[in-house]
């Protein structure tokens, strides 16, 4: 059995005290009772600084404040901080304070619930509370990479994937999908670029991949980029194209098929000969510009010793060298790992040396036969 790697430029770092607060809040008492807990500790807090102004700031109103903006809604939001604003006057009826003191507090307690009243209505109509939308965004995420873990493959056979987001981005246009083949022993791959950068590419590609994966080793590979391409084009979104990479391998025989849209060409290192070619001479328009394309297929057949390497093209891109260029950098590239006999870590090389740095979305899918 083979062993893959798959590098992503994810971080899936959390705060322990944050993720027992939003277990807290979600899963703790109805918003009522939590208002009701909330009201019961302000009015308690109040009596503290009125009895001991000195020793206990009004400032220590946030706490409260924040835990609020986790835990309510936008309307008993606003109505929690009327009784804070409230609680504030009040004391400073029964326990005055100077003026600058004044102004520290009402600036603190000001800012603090400008913050979390933007917290609370960027989640509205969510129907969630507390850090629940970024744990929903987490588990989104980790379901998302697991559409790209590489299939078994017969010994002597081996893959491995490497993405990487442009400036670190968490959510990424790039893509890569893998399968068990529409044929009995087979493997299929799919490397898309879906148009734009950021997050609005990010969520869209989110909805790709979910389609794409869907539609990999449930339909012929040759009608592959046919249906993906109409399920872009039904979509009509704006920014709506996408480049993409079909593979279809067949390890029993060592014989695979290419197909692109619009996507850079795949390369192929032959063992024999120590030269590199583009397997997909031939390659068919960007998916989601119109219904009805034609995507052409190469086959071919991988030999001992042979690798294949598909890239979107901010691997390969830069504003100063033409495609070309790229194609022939991968080849560098990939030289040190073939004096090592081995083309494991080439896939997180070529993203981590990208022509054109890291402001490109980046991913590679690298194949390769002993």
């Given at each position: 059995m083979a062993t893959h790697a798959q590098s992503v430029s994810y971080s899936n770092r959390s705060s322990g005290w944050l993720a027992l607060l939003d277990r807290a809040v979600t899963r703790g008492p109805?918003?009522?009772?939590?208002?009701?807990v909330l009201l019961a500790l302000t009015i308690g807090l109040f009596a503290v600084i009125v009895r001991f102004p000195d020793e206990v700031p009004r400032e220590t109103f946030t706490s409260l404040i924040i835990l609020a903006g986790l835990a309510l809604s936008v309307p008993r939001l606003v109505a929690y901080f009327g009784v804070v604003l409230g609680c504030?006057?009040?004391?400073?009826?029964?326990?005055?304070?100077?003026?600058?003191?004044?102004?520290?507090?009402?600036?603190?307690?000001?800012?603090?619930?400008?913050?979390?009243?933007?917290?609370?209505?960027?989640?509205?109509g969510l129907?969630?509370?507390?850090?629940?939308?970024?744990?929903?965004?987490?588990?989104?995420?980790?379901?998302?990479?697991?559409?790209?873990?590489m299939p078994a493959l017969p010994?002597?056979?081996?893959?491995?994937?490497?993405?990487?987001?442009?400036h670190g981005d968490?959510?990424?246009?790039?893509?890569?999908?893998s399968a068990e083949g529409y044929h009995p022993h087979h493997a299929e791959f799919c490397v898309a670029d879906i148009s734009g950068k950021g997050l609005r590419a990010g969520t869209r590609a989110m909805t790709v991949a979910a389609a794409f994966s869907?539609?990999?080793?449930?339909?012929?590979?040759?009608?592959?980029?046919?249906?993906?391409?109409?399920?872009?084009?039904?979509?009509?979104?704006?920014?709506?194209f996408a480049t993409a990479a079909h593979l279809d391998l067949d390890p029993t025989l060592g014989?695979?098929?290419?197909?692109?849209?619009?996507?850079?060409?795949?390369?192929?290192?032959?063992?024999?000969?120590?030269?590199?070619?583009?397997?997909?001479?031939?390659?068919?328009?960007?998916?989601?510009?119109?219904?009805?394309?034609?995507?052409?297929?190469?086959?071919?057949?991988?030999?001992?010793?042979?690798?294949?390497?598909?890239?979107?093209?901010?691997?390969i891109e830069s504003r100063?060298?033409?495609?070309?260029?790229?194609?022939?950098?991968?080849?560098?590239v990939a030289e040190r790992y073939l004096r090592a006999g081995s083309f494991a870590g080439l896939a997180g090389a070529l993203i981590g040396a990208a022509r054109g740095g890291d402001g490109d979305d980046r991913a590679a899918l690298v194949i390769w036969r002993r």
């Open positions: 109805g918003e009522p009772v939590r208002l009701a504030v006057a009040v004391s400073w009826v029964l326990a005055p304070a100077t003026a600058w003191r004044g102004v520290i507090v009402v600036g603190t307690l000001s800012l603090t619930m400008g913050a979390m009243f933007m917290l609370a209505r960027s989640r509205e129907g969630v509370y507390g850090t629940g939308g970024e744990r929903l965004l987490r588990d989104l995420r980790r379901r998302h990479r697991q559409l790209g873990e010994a002597g056979w081996y893959a491995e994937c490497a993405i990487a987001g442009a968490a959510f990424l246009g790039d893509l890569v999908l869907g539609l990999l080793g449930q339909v012929e590979p040759a009608d592959f980029l046919d249906a993906a391409n109409s399920y872009l084009v039904r979509q009509r979104w704006a920014e709506g014989r695979f098929s290419v197909s692109c849209a619009g996507h850079p060409p795949v390369m192929r290192y032959c063992g024999d000969s120590g030269a590199w070619i583009e397997v997909s001479t031939a390659r068919g328009p960007a998916l989601g510009l119109m219904e009805h394309l034609s995507f052409p297929q190469t086959t071919g057949e991988l030999r001992p010793g042979d690798a294949l390497v598909v890239f979107t093209d901010g691997v100063d060298s033409e495609l070309a260029d790229g194609i022939d950098w991968v080849g560098g």
